[in-house]
């Protein structure tokens, strides 16, 4: 009776084998995809900027779980786990090749959500545009321009969209990486009679003036360095400056070293020009005369 029970209770295993290889496939995946997706939306929640950016990322990670189970229950029927293991990594390296870009785009807003190499409102250089961020998607950076119009670094006002699948190829530069301020320079050339003392303490009188509160905050004070030029003496004025008000505290800076320098008999500002010495030429008579 054993022998004979054996038998049909091996046939019938080997009849609902694939059935039930299938439903244990479509269980586990499910159940590490509801994990994985509460997992992921609790932390990203915490992280991201917007929730709405975490809402898309779930909903599409919620659609590449979906097309996982659906492939892997398909092939899970077949009850051969060596061809499960083939198709799924076909079925990986197609999608992988055919949605390269939008997968490295997702990949690189997780860059930037976990590890904020910038944020809204900073001031940054992507791909040779500099601009504000004012927002940043599951696609897209978005960037106010600063320049483009304009020379300087006044805001433009007008939008780049930078796709995010670029950014782990190019070199981002953070105008507020590790804090609000930066170093900024007003170059002054002044003639070789000026006195370059007065001149620097001028130069030094007007940034304290201008980035009185700034130096506060900081506790960095503006200095100078000097060099010689071909036709005077350059002088570079450094502080620290607000990365979004660069523009305008240079400006003011400028303004405020104008109207010190014209009020002071010390200093004289160089600028290319020629001058012509007339020297008349002495007449000496004949040696033989």
């Given at each position: 009776?054993?022998?004979?029970?054996?038998?049909?209770?091996?046939?019938?295993?080997?009849?609902?084998?694939?059935?039930?290889?299938?439903?244990?496939t479509?269980a586990?995946?499910?159940?590490?995809?509801?994990?994985?997706?509460?997992?992921?939306?609790r932390?990203?929640?915490?992280?991201?900027y917007k929730?709405?950016?975490?809402?898309?990322?779930?909903f599409?990670?919620?659609?590449?779980?979906?097309?996982?189970?659906?492939?892997?229950?398909?092939v899970?029927?077949?009850?051969?786990?060596?061809?499960?293991?083939?198709?799924?990594?076909?079925?990986?390296?197609?999608m992988?090749?055919?949605?390269?870009?939008?997968?490295?785009?997702?990949?690189?807003?997780?860059?930037?959500?976990?590890?904020?190499?910038?944020?809204i409102?900073?001031?940054?250089?992507?791909?040779?545009v500099?601009?504000?961020?004012?927002?940043?998607?599951?696609?897209?950076?978005?960037?106010?321009?600063?320049?483009?119009?304009?020379?300087?670094?006044?805001?433009?006002?007008?939008?780049?969209?930078?796709?995010?699948?670029?950014?782990?190829?190019?070199?981002?530069?953070?105008?507020?990486?590790?804090s609000?301020?930066?170093?900024?320079?007003?170059?002054?050339?002044?003639t070789?009679?000026?006195?370059?003392?007065?001149a620097?303490?001028?130069?030094?009188?007007?940034?304290k003036?201008?980035?009185?509160?700034i130096?506060?905050?900081?506790?960095?004070?503006?200095f100078?360095?000097?060099?010689?030029?071909?036709?005077?003496i350059?002088?570079?004025?450094?502080?620290?400056?607000l990365?979004?008000?660069?523009?305008?505290?240079?400006?003011?800076?400028?303004?405020?070293?104008?109207?010190?320098?014209?009020?002071?008999?010390?200093?004289?500002?160089?600028?290319?020009?020629?001058?012509i010495?007339?020297?008349?030429?002495?007449?000496?008579?004949?040696?033989n005369?």
């Amino acid at each position: 009776m054993s022998a004979e029970f054996l038998i049909p209770a091996s046939r019938f295993l080997d009849a609902y084998r694939r059935p039930v290889l299938g439903l244990v496939t479509i269980a586990v995946l499910w159940v590490v995809s509801q994990v994985t997706m509460r997992t992921a939306r609790r932390y990203l929640e915490k992280k991201a900027y917007k929730k709405e950016n975490v809402q898309n990322f779930i909903f599409v990670l919620r659609y590449v779980w979906f097309g996982v189970i659906v492939v892997f229950a398909l092939v899970s029927f077949s009850g051969s786990l060596a061809a499960m293991g083939i198709s799924a990594a076909f079925l990986g390296m197609i999608m992988g090749w055919s949605l390269q870009a939008p997968v490295t785009g997702i990949a690189a807003w997780l860059m930037i959500v976990l590890k904020r190499p910038f944020k809204i409102g900073d001031r940054v250089i992507i791909n040779g545009v500099i601009g504000d961020v004012t927002d940043i998607t599951l696609t897209h950076v978005v960037l106010n321009q600063v320049g483009g119009t304009v020379g300087g670094e006044e805001k433009s006002g007008r939008g780049v969209l930078i796709p995010n699948a670029i950014l782990f190829q190019q070199t981002i530069l953070n105008y507020a990486y590790e804090s609000q301020y930066i170093l900024d320079e007003v170059v002054v050339m002044v003639t070789y009679g000026s006195d370059a003392d007065s001149a620097e303490k001028i130069l030094l009188a007007v940034a304290k003036s201008v980035t009185e509160k700034i130096i506060d905050h900081t506790r960095k004070q503006p200095f100078v360095r000097l060099e010689l030029a071909d036709s005077g003496i350059r002088l570079r004025l450094r502080y620290q400056t607000l990365a979004v008000e660069r523009q305008r505290i240079s400006s003011e800076i400028v303004r405020e070293i104008i109207r010190a320098f014209g009020a002071s008999d010390k200093v004289e500002f160089c600028y290319p020009h020629t001058e012509i010495l007339y020297r008349p030429k002495e007449l000496h008579p004949p040696p033989n005369a």
